[in-house]
C-alpha cells in the first residue's frame, strides 16, 4: 500500500475493503501536487487515451474518447438503493443495498488486477466552507483523476480538513470492461456512498458531480436542514455597483448554461450592468444567521456539452475551454490539430478524425463529427465572467429563485409566484414540451420538479415537502418566478429573442425583489405590467409583448388536469404529495373558473 495522506481510520478501511474487493496492483493517493498530475497526464498520452492538441492554440488541452457504447448517463441503470423501497419513491430505480452490494460486489471483484487505484480525496466547495462537504473516490482511470482535478478541489488539503470525521462520501469507480449489460450506477444514501462500474464517461464516473453533488446531497441536505438544487448562480450588477444574485433551474436544452454566462444586451452594458457567474450547474443553500437563503456553487469546473457552442450562443463558454481542457468524444481537425464540434462555425474540417475515431470530412460526411453529447470539462477560472464571489466559503444571498421551461403556449414570457408556498407549486410543475430534436412524438408535456426529477435521492414527495419546510427557516425569502424564453407566435416562431435579452427579464424579477415595480394579479401569479419590460434596442411592439404576457384560461384548466395526473404518481398511494401543494392547486383551478 502506498504511503498514506491521512490517519482517518474510517477513510483507510473504506480503501482497504475496495483494494481487497478489486485486487489492484497498487494503490496512488492524489495529493493534488502539479507534478504527479503532469505525470499521470504523461502516462495517459502514452497509453493513448489522451491526444495533446495544439499547444499555442489550445495550451494545456487534450482530447479524449470513450467506447460508443459508452456515451451519456444512463438513467435506466442508475439506482437509489434505500433500505426501504418507499423511501426512493416512484420516480427512482431501486435496489435493496442488500442485492445492490452482493450483485455490484461479484462484478467489482478483481476488476483492478493489473492496474492502479487512485485515491482522490476532494472537496465540493471551497475548501473549509461551512458549506463543503468531503469525499473519496477510488478509481482506476486517469481519465477521471485529471476531470475531478478540474472539477473539483483535490488532494491532502481535503483530508486535512475532513481530519478524523466520518461525514465523507465514499467513491468507488471501476472501469471493468464497459460493459452495458454490467453498468451500474448505485447510491446508497443512508450508507453515504456511490458505485459506479463499467462506464467511464464523466457524467457516470465523475462521482462528485450528479452522483454527489445532487443525488447524495439531496438527502444530506434534507437531514440537516439545506438543499442541493440542480441550479446556475447568477450576479448581476447594477450601474451603482450593488449586485444581487438569483438562482435558476432548467431541464435540458432550455439555454441554463447560456444564462448563466449571459452577456448584456447594448442598451444595458452602456447603462453599465455586468453578468457575474457563480455556477452553471449546481447549487448548495444553506439559511444564514441573519435569516436570508444563500448558495454556493459546489463545482470547480464545468463539465459542458460541446455542440451549439459558440461565439454567438455562448461566448464566455467558449471562451472557458481556450485552455487547460479536457475535450471528450468531440472531432480532432488533423490539418491544425484542434478540436472541432457542430454548431461551432460554418466551416467543418475536411481533413480530421470524428468521435469514433474514424476519418472524417466535415464537408461530406453524413456522420457527426462530435458525439450530440460530446464535452469539455474546463475551470471555471477560465470564464472571462466568472464572479469574484466563486470561492467565497459563505455563499451569495439569494434575492430570486427562477424555475423555467420550454412552453409553445400555456407559460407566459415570466410570472412571480404569490409566495413561498405557491413558489414550491410553480417549481414543482415545471415542465417542457419535446422537440423536433428530442425521441418520439413532438409538444408531449414532460414535468419535471426543480429540473431535479432524475437527481433527487429521496422520495420526490419528501422532497417536495422540504422545500416547504425550508421556506419556515428563511427569515428574507427569495421571491420565485417562473420564465418561458420558448414562447411560438402565430407563425410558430420563437416570439422572444432570447440570449442576453433574457436580462431584460431578470431585471423586471429584480426590481420585483426591491419591489420598485408594481406588477398585474391573475390566476397564475403576478405578471409585469408591459411598459415595464425594457424593450429599449429590440424591434419587440408592445403588443408582441402583451401576447408573451397573455395567460390563457382555457389552456391553463387543461393544464391542472395534467398536474393532477403527475402529482397522482408523486402520492405514490402512500400521501406523500404535501398537502399544502394540493391546497395550491385547487386554489388554481378556482381562480380559473372565476
Given at each position: 500500500?502506498?504511503?498514506?495522506?491521512?490517519?482517518?481510520?474510517?477513510?483507510?478501511?473504506?480503501?482497504?475493503?475496495?483494494?481487497?474487493?478489486?485486487?489492484?496492483?497498487k494503490v496512488v493517493w492524489i495529493d493534488g501536487n502539479k507534478a504527479q498530475l503532469d505525470a499521470l497526464t504523461k502516462e495517459s498520452l502514452a497509453k493513448g487515451e489522451l491526444i495533446k492538441l495544439n499547444e499555442e492554440l489550445l495550451p494545456?488541452?487534450?482530447?479524449?474518447?470513450?467506447?460508443?457504447?459508452?456515451v451519456a448517463r444512463v438513467e435506466h441503470r442508475t439506482f437509489i438503493c434505500s433500505r426501504k423501497k418507499e423511501d426512493s419513491g416512484p420516480t427512482n430505480n431501486w435496489m435493496s443495498p442488500k442485492d445492490a452490494y452482493a450483485k455490484l460486489?461479484?462484478?467489482?471483484?478483481?476488476?483492478?488486477?493489473?492496474?492502479?487505484?487512485?485515491?482522490?480525496?476532494?472537496?465540493?466547495?471551497?475548501?473549509?466552507?461551512?458549506?463543503?462537504?468531503?469525499?473519496?473516490?477510488?478509481?482506476?482511470?486517469?481519465?477521471?483523476?485529471?476531470?475531478?482535478?478540474?472539477?473539483?478541489?483535490?488532494?491532502?488539503?481535503?483530508?486535512?480538513?475532513?481530519?478524523?470525521?466520518?461525514?465523507?462520501?465514499?467513491?468507488?469507480?471501476?472501469?471493468?470492461?464497459?460493459?452495458?449489460?454490467?453498468?451500474?450506477?448505485?447510491?446508497?444514501?443512508?450508507?453515504?456512498?456511490?458505485?459506479?462500474?463499467?462506464?467511464?464517461?464523466?457524467?457516470?464516473?465523475?462521482?462528485?458531480?450528479?452522483?454527489?453533488?445532487?443525488?447524495?446531497?439531496?438527502?444530506?441536505?434534507?437531514?440537516?436542514?439545506?438543499?442541493?438544487?440542480?441550479?446556475?448562480?447568477?450576479?448581476?450588477?447594477?450601474?451603482?455597483?450593488?449586485?444581487?444574485?438569483?438562482?435558476?433551474?432548467?431541464?435540458?436544452?432550455?439555454?441554463?448554461?447560456?444564462?448563466?454566462?449571459?452577456?448584456?444586451?447594448?442598451?444595458?452594458?452602456?447603462?453599465?450592468?455586468?453578468?457575474?457567474?457563480?455556477?452553471?450547474?449546481?447549487?448548495?443553500?444553506?439559511?444564514?444567521?441573519d435569516g436570508q437563503l444563500y448558495a454556493i456553487n459546489p463545482e470547480y469546473g464545468f463539465f459542458g456539452v460541446a455542440p451549439g457552442t459558440n461565439v454567438k450562443s455562448n461566448p464566455n463558454a467558449l471562451a472557458s475551454t481556450k485552455k487547460?481542457?479536457?475535450?471528450?468524444?468531440?472531432?480532432?481537425?488533423?490539418?491544425?490539430?484542434?478540436?472541432?464540434?457542430?454548431?461551432?462555425?460554418?466551416?467543418?474540417?475536411?481533413?480530421?478524425?470524428?468521435?469514433?475515431?474514424?476519418?472524417?470530412?466535415?464537408?461530406?460526411?453524413?456522420?457527426?463529427?462530435?458525439?450530440?453529447?460530446?464535452?469539455?470539462?474546463?475551470?471555471?477560472?477560465?470564464?472571462?465572467?466568472?464572479?469574484?464571489?466563486?470561492?467565497?466559503?459563505?455563499?451569495?444571498?439569494?434575492?430570486?429563485?427562477?424555475?423555467?421551461?420550454?412552453?409553445?403556449?400555456?407559460?407566459?414570457?415570466?410570472?412571480?409566484?404569490?409566495?413561498?408556498?405557491?413558489?414550491?407549486?410553480?417549481?414543482?410543475?415545471?415542465?417542457?414540451?419535446?422537440?423536433?430534436?428530442?425521441?418520439?412524438?413532438?409538444?408531449?408535456?414532460?414535468?419535471?420538479?426543480?429540473?431535479?426529477?432524475?437527481?433527487?435521492?429521496?422520495?420526490?414527495?419528501?422532497?417536495?415537502?422540504?422545500?416547504?419546510?425550508?421556506?419556515?427557516?428563511?427569515?428574507?425569502?427569495?421571491?420565485?418566478?417562473?420564465?418561458?424564453?420558448?414562447?411560438?407566435?402565430?407563425?410558430?416562431?420563437?416570439?422572444?429573442?432570447?440570449?442576453?435579452?433574457?436580462?431584460?427579464?431578470?431585471?423586471?424579477?429584480?426590481?420585483?425583489?426591491?419591489?420598485?415595480?408594481?406588477?398585474?394579479?391573475?390566476?397564475?401569479?403576478?405578471?409585469?405590467?408591459?411598459?415595464?419590460?425594457?424593450?429599449?434596442?429590440?424591434?419587440?411592439?408592445?403588443?408582441?409583448?402583451?401576447?408573451?404576457?397573455?395567460?390563457?384560461?382555457?389552456?391553463?384548466?387543461?393544464?391542472?388536469?395534467?398536474?393532477?395526473?403527475?402529482?397522482?404518481?408523486?402520492?405514490?398511494?402512500?400521501?406523500?404529495?404535501?398537502?399544502?401543494?394540493?391546497?395550491?392547486?385547487?386554489?388554481?383551478?378556482?381562480?380559473?373558473?372565476?
Open positions: 500500500m502506498a504511503v498514506n495522506l491521512t490517519a482517518n481510520k474510517k477513510v483507510l478501511d473504506f480503501i482497504d475493503e475496495s483494494v481487497k474487493l478489486t485486487k489492484p496492483d494545456g488541452c487534450y482530447l479524449h474518447r470513450t467506447k460508443i457504447n459508452d460486489s461479484e462484478i467489482y471483484d478483481g476488476s483492478m488486477k493489473g492496474k492502479t487505484m487512485y485515491v482522490i480525496p476532494y472537496s465540493m466547495g471551497a475548501i473549509g466552507s461551512e458549506f463543503s462537504k468531503v469525499g473519496i473516490e477510488l478509481t482506476d482511470s486517469i481519465y477521471v483523476v485529471l476531470n475531478m482535478n478540474i472539477m473539483t478541489r483535490i488532494g491532502k488539503k481535503c483530508l486535512d480538513v475532513l481530519g478524523d470525521s466520518n461525514d465523507f462520501v465514499r467513491g468507488l469507480h471501476a472501469t471493468a470492461d464497459i460493459d452495458e449489460e454490467k453498468r451500474y450506477i448505485c447510491h446508497f444514501p443512508e450508507d453515504n456512498t456511490i458505485w459506479s462500474v463499467n462506464s467511464a464517461y464523466g457524467g457516470n464516473v465523475l462521482l462528485g458531480k450528479k452522483c454527489f453533488a445532487l443525488r447524495i446531497a439531496s438527502y444530506q441536505g434534507k437531514n440537516e436542514g439545506w438543499m442541493a438544487e440542480h441550479m446556475l448562480i447568477l450576479g448581476i450588477q447594477k450601474p451603482n455597483g450593488d449586485t444581487k444574485y438569483l438562482t435558476a433551474a432548467f431541464p435540458s436544452a432550455c439555454g441554463k448554461t447560456n444564462l448563466a454566462m449571459l452577456i448584456p444586451p447594448e442598451v444595458y452594458t452602456k447603462k453599465g450592468y455586468k453578468v457575474w457567474t457563480v455556477g452553471d450547474d449546481i447549487a448548495w443553500l444553506r439559511v444564514g444567521a487547460n481542457t479536457i475535450f471528450t468524444n468531440v472531432a480532432l481537425n488533423l490539418d491544425n490539430n484542434t478540436v472541432w464540434w457542430e454548431g461551432l462555425d460554418k466551416n467543418p474540417p475536411v481533413n480530421a478524425i470524428d468521435w469514433k475515431g474514424n476519418p472524417w470530412n466535415g464537408k461530406t460526411s453524413a456522420e457527426k463529427g462530435a458525439h450530440p453529447n460530446s464535452r469539455f470539462t474546463a475551470p471555471a477560472i477560465n470564464c472571462p465572467c466568472v464572479s469574484s464571489e466563486f470561492e467565497n466559503p459563505k455563499g451569495v444571498p439569494i434575492s430570486a429563485i427562477v424555475f423555467g421551461g420550454r412552453r409553445a403556449k400555456t407559460a407566459p414570457l415570466v410570472y412571480q409566484a404569490t409566495s413561498w408556498e405557491n413558489g414550491v407549486f410553480v417549481g414543482s410543475i415545471m415542465a417542457s414540451e419535446t422537440t423536433a430534436a428530442a425521441a418520439g412524438a413532438v409538444g408531449v408535456v414532460r414535468r419535471d420538479p426543480m429540473a431535479m426529477l432524475p437527481f433527487i435521492g429521496y422520495h420526490i414527495g419528501d422532497y417536495l415537502n422540504h422545500w416547504l419546510e425550508m421556506g419556515k427557516k428563511i427569515k428574507k425569502q427569495p421571491k420565485i418566478f417562473n420564465v418561458n424564453w420558448f414562447r411560438l407566435d402565430d407563425n410558430g416562431n420563437f416570439a422572444w429573442p432570447g440570449f442576453g435579452d433574457n436580462l431584460r427579464i431578470l431585471d423586471w424579477i429584480l426590481q420585483r425583489c426591491e419591489e420598485t415595480v408594481d406588477a398585474v394579479e391573475t390566476p397564475i401569479g403576478y405578471l409585469p405590467k408591459p411598459e415595464d419590460i425594457n424593450l429599449d434596442g429590440t424591434d419587440i411592439t408592445k403588443d408582441a409583448l402583451s401576447k408573451l404576457l397573455d395567460v390563457d384560461n382555457a389552456v391553463w384548466a387543461q393544464e391542472t388536469a395534467g398536474i393532477e395526473e403527475f402529482y397522482t404518481k408523486i402520492d405514490d398511494g402512500a400521501s406523500k404529495l404535501p398537502k399544502a401543494l394540493k391546497k395550491e392547486l385547487d386554489g388554481l383551478k378556482a381562480r380559473l373558473k372565476k
